[in-house]
């Protein structure tokens, strides 16, 4: 497997916004290009990144490290949960009362189950991702953990049956 060319010009320099409202700090080529490698493969060994990219290891490192304590980057193995044992993943999308909105994401995140969860506009207030064993773990989650939560005024269940595409290489360019 060859890896695909990286750019990156040592003149860009880390920019970062003010940690107020909950913004994130603007990445560089060099933030960028670390990624990509990370996207490619999370094991590969920072020397290697750093020889790939012509910068000290010690510099990739340290941008890593600070991706991985920021947010902006998680390094970990992606399972498929067919594959896993879990024959029944599902979406839900959830009707929330306006003034409930945070603490139902909250309290929807604590639940084992639920691997995804996001505040939207449009259709639903808010969708979840669940994975489960069966058809009867799906309807215990459902009747009994998510009903259990206040705010919720409804909800739809989408049964995921095959995945097609699922991909962490993104935002790269």
């Known amino acids: 497997m060859t890896t695909p060319a ?9 920019r970062s916004l003010p940690a107020a409202g909950g913004r994130r700090p603007l990445l560089d080529d060099l933030d960028k290009a670390i990624i990509k490698c ?17 910068v000290p290891e010690a510099t990739v490192r340290q ?8 947010g902006v980057v998680q390094v970990v193995g992606v399972t ?16 929330v009362d306006s003034n409930r909105i945070e ?24 969708i979840c991702e669940v994975v489960c064993e069966d058809n009867e773990h799906l309807l215990r989650v459902l009747t ?22 699922e991909s962490y290489r993104w935002g790269t360019r």
């Open 144 to 165: 009994e953990e998510i009903a259990a939560i206040d705010g919720i005024r409804s909800t739809e269940t989408m049964v995921e049956l095959r995945f097609v595409k």
């Open 38 to 54: 990370l996207q490619l493969d999370g094991r590969r060994p920072y020397a290697q990144i750093g020889r790939e990219l012509k």
């Open 6 to 14: 990286l750019a990156y010009d040592s003149r860009m320099v880390m």
């Open 103 to 126: 603490d139902t994401a909250e309290r929807l995140a604590a639940l084992e189950e639920v691997t995804y969860v996001v505040v939207t506009a449009g259709r639903f207030d808010m």
């Open 80 to 95: 498929d949960p067919l594959a896993m044992g879990f024959g029944q993943p599902a979406f839900i999308g959830l009707h």
């Open 63 to 70: 941008r890593a490290e600070r991706l991985i304590s920021r």
